[in-house]
């Protein structure tokens, strides 16, 4: 079997050049020089097997996945990713394992313009943590705490595509099928956070599911939420596959989309985004979170968002 | 069983507060904001039960334990820590334990100075992972690679300790034996990595073992050493307990002491240092690390030191 330092030599170094990062993999630790003017974001993240992603997983799925959840994270903070670092606990140092999970965790980190520049190889059960790095113009960052009694809630993309995708991939799915590429593949929206950044009063990523996340938002911003079912996005796929798409929507995880607040007179900067946004309620003075169907009803979602330490998952 | 959020708010959540910290604990990235004229260095490790601590460990040991070695990386950089994340996997959330491994974390956090600034709870084989992030006057930070021949050898505190301690804990030795807490309760070299950063040309801590770590300076420096076992620092605890001491403090691995190379006319400025340092060999031009017993003969190790994929520990 490879050796720890070999691991790193063969799959993890590669030709990465940045003049922020003065020394990268192969030293006690990384040394990099902050841009001026810019805080820096830092986020990390645990993905372990069967409770994060399906015992049978590629490994190039979770090589994407153990980065995408972390680039989700840099997003909601209107941030752009600079440095990752990853720790990986393997039981068995297999070759080919390796070689997908790097190509997965690189094709990812190379369209999002983010550099390997540290970690550990130990031996343990699977699991992946991944640390982000990202930067943002000084006091830019978008936290979960802004949103204002009147705001508009938005939330980008068609959330719920990933729970069905999910469930499709247990059933025995094509890996390409559109749902489950979804799950499998989650598209952190940078793009998308970095404009918010100026524009949001408040943003989380949606990866507990929607009425859980935006749950944070309220608590962290002191305030409630009416969400009206009838506004919410629901993808063809997603519509063709389930009964009833909306709990998927609200109560789906693993989606990465984003939900933030945006006060009325920025609503119109909203559209200059790469992606499909959704106004689907609004906040409220009055604490609580109130989702109603299109005849004004108390809706009552079956599913709901997930703790992980409370719930399997799938 | 508490959720996430509830493990966080509970142990993990204290106040803390940095002006260099603008977002802690909470949302979906910290916010920090570098020290002007300062790189930042990045260190990050993750520990296993059964292979970086026996299976039987204290809580308080663990959570002191994940810390120190990480504080250990930063001291060899010659940095400060700043900030640390926690990524911990936990088969089951009990209390007590987390009680006691958040205060044996904390303990080391606060007297080194180091903040908790974010992490993530996940259910799953119990595993640590741990980031810090110091700073470092810019472009002093000191990496393995500037060792030049002629260089000193030198070594802090008495390596070896820790090994000892392990093998007398695990043979049920107990926990306030001198070498058993060597092993229990690492003391990173911080305040000597810091004093060290404008004085050594090379530095790397002594996790793997003295050989392994001092044989990775040289690759890095493309140089060679030469080490006189009869220099080799050896505790009286030690001493007491192995025939063959130098084995130990040779290959033993744990100790987080410094090993660092320092050219002849800076070598009064070690005498500053708050610890013992020992003069153990010096740098060669010629490539290949040579161990000399007192009588100028070849020396070669019965133990060596150990890779996490390779050898089993203890």
């Keep these: 079997m490879p050796g720890e330092f070999q691991i790193i030599r063969e799959h993890f ?4 050049r940045d003049a922020a990062l003065l020394v990268g993999i192969g030293d ?10 810019h805080d820096l974001v830092v986020v990390t993240d645990t993905i372990v097997r069967g409770r994060h992603f399906p015992e049978r997983f590629a490994a190039a799925d979770i090589g994407w996945r153990a980065l995408a959840v972390n680039l989700s994270d840099i997003a909601a903070m209107g941030a752009a990713p600079r440095f990752a670092f990853l720790n990986l606990a393997l039981e068995e140092a297999d070759d080919n394992w390796l070689r997908d ?3 997965g965790f690189f094709s990812l980190a190379e369209q999002s313009g983010t550099l ?3 970690g550990d190889t130990v031996r343990g059960p699977l699991s992946v943590t991944v640390t982000v790095i990202g930067e943002v113009a000084r006091d830019a960052a978008c936290t979960r705490a802004g949103a204002r009694a009147g705001d508009y809630v938005c939330v980008t993309g068609t959330p719920g595509d990933a729970a069905a995708g999910l469930e499709l991939l247990q059933a025995g799915a094509d890996d390409e099928h559109p749902l489950v590429r979804r799950f499998r593949r989650p598209e952190p929206r940078l793009r998308a956070g970095r ?7 408040a943003m989380i990523d949606v990866s507990d599911g929607l009425l859980a996340d935006l749950g944070h938002v309220l608590e962290a911003s002191g305030a409630g939420a009416r969400i009206e079912v009838s506004r919410l996005p629901v993808s063809a796929a997603l519509a063709d596959h389930a009964e009833k798409p909306a709990e998927y929507v609200l109560a789906g995880g693993d989606d990465y989309e984003l939900c933030f607040t945006v006060p009325e007179e920025r609503l119109e900067a909203v559209k200059g ?4 946004v959704s106004i689907i309620g609004r906040i409220t003075a009055e604490r609580g979170l ?6 004004g009803r108390e809706w009552r979602p079956e599913r709901r968002g997930w703790d992980h330490f409370r719930n399997a998952h799938g």
């Design 13 to 16: 170094r590669r030709k990465q």
């Design 101 to 103: 999970f790097a190509g």
């Design 116 to 118: 390997l520049a540290g």
């Design 273 to 276: 985004l790469d992606c499909r």
């Design 28 to 37: 006690d630790g990384a040394v990099l020089r902050p841009r001026e003017d």
């Design 195 to 201: 404009t918010l950044a100026g524009i949001a009063t």
């Design 290 to 295: 109130r989702v109603l169907d299109a005849n």
